[in-house]
């Protein structure tokens, strides 16, 4: 709501600079989004009579004027040419700072002097009419300081209004708000207008629609003047409230709409036939309306017709058809009321909001049609001609009586914390409009029907404790009866993400939506949950995997000159779980009223989400140092991260489609799947924009990681180890794991530890095979003897042997 | 020449040699030639049984005291050379310091989860607890438990991504104080970090933001006890010095509602052409409220026996803030640039 203060300053006094006004403001009621000045922000404007004009001499596109000043006369340079001798126009005097904080100055102009300059509309703040400097009647008398007639600067407050708060969206609303945070009077135009026009009657109203519809008013103002401009007074506040002027009565109108807070519509009386009907669209009726569009219509759509036609799409816009224009002399005023939710679907259906419907969806006070009714009728017939017609129609079948509301000063100082005097809360409750009495201890608020906000006791407490000062509420700490803590699987995912952190990855955070080609890309089936509205084509699938959105990422990094990196993510994947057809039913309930019955929510929520983990590496995720190798990806570095996250993971070759088939691994903790590790299919990296980079990545079910495992204490004993090495041959084809796995199972043995330190095929080992090179460490309850050593690594050879047919590497 | 006095002869020849003596090896040299198998004084020594008895005597002590002497000269020289070899090895073995280390290169956290974490740590230290929920949605925990049936204008508001009948992307973590309240009794003292979606992209709008939101529900509890709180949160994370004040607002679910503000971390409000404030002193930090008795009812939970309030806060705009990054879209692209900043 943009709120000119000159404007203001007629419905309340008050000594505020804008600034103070804006923090007063703020803290006390709404946000201010801004302000903004229009015309001359600070300096003289005076009037002047035009004596000469003519084309300046040494440019094509300007032209000279003498103006009297009243007394004196100057030389201005003018881009305009519709000053002619005689006309009185305003002058901006050199000093004067404009809107946009430029100081004029004297000027010499193509060899000119200029001194000062005559204003357009746009540049007095009127309007953003720059077509020719603005010409004043003779009323306005030569010399004189313009602001004498109308302000001509303006500062203007937007106002960031609140969705309970309509009453705020009209001048006299803010000003009685203002009244009750200053504790100070407030004032609004008392209407009265002249009578005796053509009679309303001539018309019908019929209202269809009652359910949509809770008010509608019609007045006639007749005997119009045609053709007419509304006051400049009356353009200048509606262009400086964010409107167009148009013509006398549509801005009488709007004006109303921004004094009131209450949209109104007038008609052409002539081309209204019969009367006006107040009811639902007709399938596939069509209604062109005033900005040219054809818009189809349904029967939610709320109509405002005569009797052969659609003239108004109701809270909204108005057909060409009907409208009011240069030539009316016969207008019809409707102010209603409609359902705000109804208005509110209209226009997101019809992709259409205007300042009417902005006001008309939040739900407006049926009871503000009348004075603006009054309103209307007293600017109009303040125009040449106009005449009220001495009735109005009016449906209005369910008049809102005014409620009461409870206010316990007890329960007021609990919810805000801090003291509440009866006194000050009766006096706040009565600026807001409020009848108050008092009954033992309690405070009873009449409500006026125009703060529809106001219905329970919780809210009374906002407007005494807003309106006291919420600076006034004193800063304490509540005495929390409970201990504190993150669960054992918030402590798990801090610790996953800390330890990758402390690996040298980085955490990104993507988007878990993307493009269709996600899926396709990696080779998977189509499970994804889709999006109804995504906001592009590229973003309509929910993730089921974190893979894709990391190998975009990776890709990017690629593009912008990366050597390689290491990104994981921890976060949600999505799969559709759609329920069964009997459970349809049941599920769109819970969705919508919480309610499951006897089932589990888990199966009436159709999508089923699992935290993971995800990591990708791609091309040299380390660079080399002068004495250190370059580290690059590869299947080994992943699952060197596999298994400090799952540590005892076992590896077993599995293949998914968007892995290279022999360097990539199911990841089984205990008997569970926990995820997969690998070299990403080199098809499936051209896809992503990664050819010819190696790119290993992993994921893993968050809840299956174990970080961090429970220590326990294993006794130990002070005797040397011993060490061994054993090199073997064995078929290539053997899986070393399976090798250690087995060492490592060998029952009351004296081994501690076996790592495996080298793994070797060609020449000279025959082909087919391979070598494979173990360390073993012994370690007894004594200091081992060679024989047993030797005893023991014969144990683990023989082991070897049996189950894998190695020879010793001699 | 007596043998006497050749044993003095080879003493002083010893010790001429053992002093200069240039090595550990030379010395070990030195050592053989005189007093080795078969160096000449311990010849001398072998052969003092074939001497008279006085002889003996004479010769036995002389050679003696001889070979103690080199032996004492030659140790207390080893020590010396020793010593001064090292100090040559040592010389030998330095190293470019200025040369780079061994890398054990440091991973990086989200900006917006480190802020995340920071505020969970001093949440959990006031004893909350923290719960996590959905990311897709049901409309009634999204919207119409909070107050906001369809149809609500506030619907309007946030622009949400629809997945299907009755589902969304969440487009608040509010829903979470819903599921909280509706799974235990009261006292209730949780935050519920979360990923959040809305329908807008711009430099200050994505589609996903991150928010967390407060919930306390608890006899007696009162709009100081949210100022308290928040205030102590924002010392938290902003440092000591800042202030916070509250201004009114309007969410469905909470009444009174309120927005916070915390004073300038950077100008404290004293510099009019602050870059994080831009001269206004005061941040828009959150939306806050105590907890609309609508809601309680709606969860079992009696109003007019407990109170409590809610908060909710993005730590994308804080980290933003904090970290002075002008464009929240920097967040959610995985750019190693700008990860490796945090």
Known sequence: MRVPLSWLHEYLDFDLRADELVDLFSLRSQEIDGVYRLGVIEGEVVIGEVVEFGPHPNADRLFVAKVDLGGREVQIVAGAQNPRPGVRVPVVLPGSVMSDGTTLKKAKLRGLESYGMMMSERELGISADHGGILLLDDSHEVGRPVAEYFPVGETVLDIDVTPNRPDLWGMIGVARELAAILKTEYRIPEPSFATGGKPTRDFGLRVEAEDLCPRYDLRRISDLEPGQVAPLWMRRRIYAGGMRPINAIVDATNYVMLETGQPIHAFDAVRVREGIVVRRGRTREKIT?????????????????????????????????????????????????????????????????????????????????????????????????????????????????????????GRAELLLGMPVQMEEAVERLEALGCEVEREDGELWATVPTFRRDLRREADLVEEVGRLIGLDRVPETLPAVPQTGGLTEGQQRTRLLRRLLADLGLSEAITYPFGPERWTEDLGLEDGTVRLENPLSAEGGHLRTSILPGLLDATARNRAFGARGGALFEVGNVFFADVPQDELREAALRFRMTGERGVQEAGRLMGVREVSRIGVVLGGTVRPAGWNVPEVRAGFFEAKGLVERLVPGARFVPATRPYLHPGRSAAVLAGDKEAGWVGELHPEVAGRFGLDGWPVAALELDTALCQPAPEPRFEPFVNVPAVARDLAVLVEERIPVGDMLRSVRDLPGQLLTEVRVFDVYAGSPVPPGQKSVAFGFTFQGGKTLTDEEVDAEVWRVLSRLEDEFGVRVRS | MTVSERIEQLKSEALSAVASGASTADLEDIRVRFLGRSAELTEIKKSIGTLSPDERKEIGRSSNLASREIEAALGSRAEEVAAREQEERLQAEAADVTLPGVPFPRGHLHPSQIVIDDVIDFFVGLGYRVAEGPEVETDYYNFTALGIPPGHPARTMQDTFFVDDGLVLRTQTSPMQIRTMLAQEPPVYVVCPGRTYRRDSDPTHTPMFHQIEGLAVDRGLTLGHLKGTLGAMARHVFGEGVEIRVRPSYFQFTEPSVEMDVSCFVCGGRDPHCKVCKGAGWLEMLGAGMVDPGVLEEVGYDPEEYTGYAFGMGPDRMAMVKYGVPDLRLFFEGDLRFLRQF
Not at chain 1, 352 to 361: I, N, P, Q, V, Y
Not at chain 1, 362 to 369: A, E, F, I, Q
Not at chain 1, 373 to 394: E, F, H, I, N
């Open chain 1, 289 to 409: 309306l005033l900005d040219g569009s054809t818009r189809v219509l349904d029967e939610e759509v709320l109509v405002i017709a005569d009797e052969e036609r659609g003239l108004v799409i109701a809270g909204l816009m108005g057909a060409e058809d009907a409208e009011v224009g240069e030539e009316t002399t016969d207008a019809l005023i409707e102010v209603a009321t409609f359902e705000g939710r109804n208005i509110l679907q209209t226009s997101q259906k019809l992709g259409l909001r205007t300042d009417a419907s902005g006001r008309f969806e939040r739900g407006l006070d049926p009871n503000m049609v009348a004075y603006a009714m009054d309103r209307v009728s007293a600017l109009l017939t303040q125009a040449p001609g106009g005449r009220s017609a001495d009735d109005t129609l009016s449906h209005y079948p369910e008049p809102v009586e005014p409620w009461r509301v409870p206010l316990r000063l």
